[in-house]
Nanobody, 124 residues
């Protein structure tokens, strides 16, 4: 069975940094495009970042492009999200996601695999 397990979410202060990690199992990790989505309190689930199966291509939401970095280690079956200069607006549940295609990694694709999410709270 496919499993995506996020870790690293916690309460931090504005301006702090945090790294989220996602451990994958149950499929061939190197065949999957991976990404991160988030859902703020009272908000819709939104795209944050994604990275191709090879790790050579990546895309970010405009709101995080200069602050967040997505990476993956195919030898360890892990994907990471390094978050710097965190803002209160970044407060959300962050979800690790996987898809067999680059274009298919989107919130409305029923074939996307989702983790359970990890809570990130940014407040002073």
């Amino acid at each position: 069975q496919v499993q995506l397990r996020e870790s690293g979410g916690k309460w931090v202060r504005p301006g702090d940094s945090l790294r989220l990690s996602c451990a994958a199992s149950g499929f061939t990790f190197s065949d999957q495009a991976m990404g991160w989505f988030r859902q703020a309190p009272g908000g819709e689930r939104e795209f944050v970042a994604k990275i191709s199966s090879s790790g050579r291509i990546w895309t970010y939401a405009d709101s995080v492009r200069d602050r967040f970095t997505i990476s993956r280690d195919n030898s360890q079956w892990r994907v990471y999200l390094q978050m710097n200069s965190l803002r209160p607006e970044d407060t959300a549940v962050y979800y690790c996601v996987a898809s067999s295609s680059w274009a298919g990694l989107r919130v409305d694709n029923e074939d996307v695999y989702w983790g359970q999410g990890t809570q990130v709270t940014v407040s002073s």
